[in-house]
């Protein structure tokens, strides 16, 4: 779709990716060396990018496969300052609605293009400013908080730039609501302008952007959504030694690990074929393990307490 090169939120399926205009590439070993783990992998994502909400299966299978040699540093790339643009066959917040519909369908994720018609955003500056300030307060809850904005946005229709909704989805995650309000108005503005600049730097122009840089400064970049070996065998270009760890199939650890999972997802990580994932997942329902989140595409599913 040659519309993806003029307008960020209409990405192109096939690709996987949410287009930005072009810019001039750094390299990510000249912006960032590798933290403590062998290998640091700088994520450029935005709470609102459908692509990126369209790899989660494969990031958290790499995240229980390598998670002892990688660590993800999280950054926010700014996918929609506002609508002060009218390109790509999007002018307004509807045109994106069956677009959403389009995606959710090609990557099996569930999305409910909606809310661009109930309650539209117009911008994705607030919530990555409010991620930012997650991060000052704990790492993995930042992490846990993305989720729970995402799950909000595209499954529940729900309009993530609105304070009260980002407090409650703060609060969701274990965050300090206030101490989030305050960093949220303070230190998290600059650090989300940092992040954009460094976006800027490494010529990243749409979402997901992903660079595996090891200690030594070698890096590989992936660019868009793209199926798990492609990320797993960037990770072992950096770090050939890496050692895979084996994930226990059985739903109990894998909702141990995460709370939530689409059918889609539980079947990237329990290795259970799609169609066979979605009745072992309705089957636990029914026996009060899980419970099920609908959407006109697709389902989410929740431990129950």
């Known amino acids: 779709m040659e519309a993806t090169h003029n307008n960020p939120l209409l990405c192109d399926i096939e690709s996987g990716v949410c287009e930005m205009p072009e810019a001039s590439p ?10 403590q783990k062998p290998v640091k992998i700088i994520y450029f994502t935005d709470p609102i990018c459908s692509s990126c909400w369209g790899i989660e299966p494969q990031l958290r299978k790499l995240k229980l496969e390598y998670g002892q040699n990688v660590e993800i540093d999280y950054r926010m790339g700014g996918l929609l300052p506002d609508w002060s643009y009218n390109s790509g066959g999007i002018s307004k917040p509807s045109d994106v609605a069956h677009h959403w519909d389009e995606v959710s369908r090609y990557y ?11 309650d539209p955003l117009d911008s994705s500056y607030p919530p990555s400013i409010a991620f930012k300030a997650a991060q000052l307060q704990d790492s993995g809850k930042s992490i846990h908080f993305l989720r ?14 609105k304070w009260e909704n980002l407090a409650a989805a703060a609060k969701k995650a274990g965050l300090d609501v206030e101490k989030l309000e305050k960093d949220f108005n303070g230190e998290a503005q600059e650090l989300f302008r940092q992040d954009l600049q460094l976006g800027a730097q490494l010529g990243v122009r749409g979402f997901p952007t992903m ?4 200690a030594q400064g070698g890096q590989e ?3 868009g959504t793209k199926p798990y070996a492609v990320y797993e ?11 895979k760890k084996a994930i226990n199939p059985d739903w109990r650890e894998l909702f141990a690990q995460y709370a939530t999972l689409t059918a889609r997802e539980f079947s990237e990580l329990s290795g259970i074929p799609r169609e066979q994932a979605e009745e072992v997942l309705r089957a636990l329902v029914k026996s009060g393990n899980l419970s099920e989140l609908a959407t006109k595409n697709g389902a989410l599913w929740l431990l129950n307490p």
């Open 221 to 223: 970049r992936v660019y």
């Open 211 to 214: 660079f595996f840089v090891n």
């Open 148 to 161: 729970v904005l995402r799950e909000m946005v595209f499954l529940e229709k729900i309009n993530i730039t």
């Open 26 to 35: 750094a390299t990510a070993g000249q912006a960032e060396a590798a933290g």
């Open 108 to 118: 099996d994720m569930p999305i409910d293009g909606d809310v661009w018609l109930e």
């Open 233 to 243: 065998s960037a990770l072992l270009k950096q770090l050939p030694g890496a050692v």
